[in-house]
């Protein structure tokens, strides 16, 4: 159930608020999101199929993180492609639109994270950085989607840039606080 929850609100944080204004998520959604932007190529999908790695290396470093973290990815990538006609759905401005967005997606990851699960990709990674190295969660997403928005800082542009640094930022924030241990 928290795979299916989180899964909605994720894909439509992507889809209902960060596509209309070519905002980014961090990670491989990150890189999905820009595929998608650039060459019309379904989130989802690319999302999955860049996470094809990581889940390699998930299962050859941790079992159960590989198994939990490709049951989130398939359920994100495919609501996240369904989801898509959200698009055209909300047409809020860019400041609300990163806000939501950076909520609806914080708020799914978080809940997947409190029982175990993800959306594969570098929210597998995240969790691995996360247990290695003795960090929060969402200070180890923060890290990784930092550097995927640097990188697209390019061809983004200086509003998308600074837009999607703002919904990374609540992502990470939101996912700490929602992916605490029920009993803490």
Known sequence: MA????S???SIGINGFLVPH???DGGITGLALILHYYFGYP?????????IPLCIYAWVYDRDFCYNGFLGLITASIMIDLLEPLKTKFL???LP?????GAFIGIGVGIMFRYKASTGGTDLLAQMISEYFSITIGVAILMIDGLIAAVAFKTLGLQAFLFSCITIC???VITSLM???LNS
């Open 3 to 6: 795979v299916i929850v989180g």
């Open 8 to 10: 909605l609100l994720l």
């Open 22 to 24: 070519q905002l980014l």
């Open 43 to 51: 989130t989802g999908l690319t999302m999955l199929l860049l996470s």
């Open 92 to 94: 809020l401005s860019i």
């Open 97 to 101: 639109s990163a806000l939501l967005g």
């Open 170 to 172: 609540f992502i990470g």
């Open 179 to 181: 992916a605490r241990p």
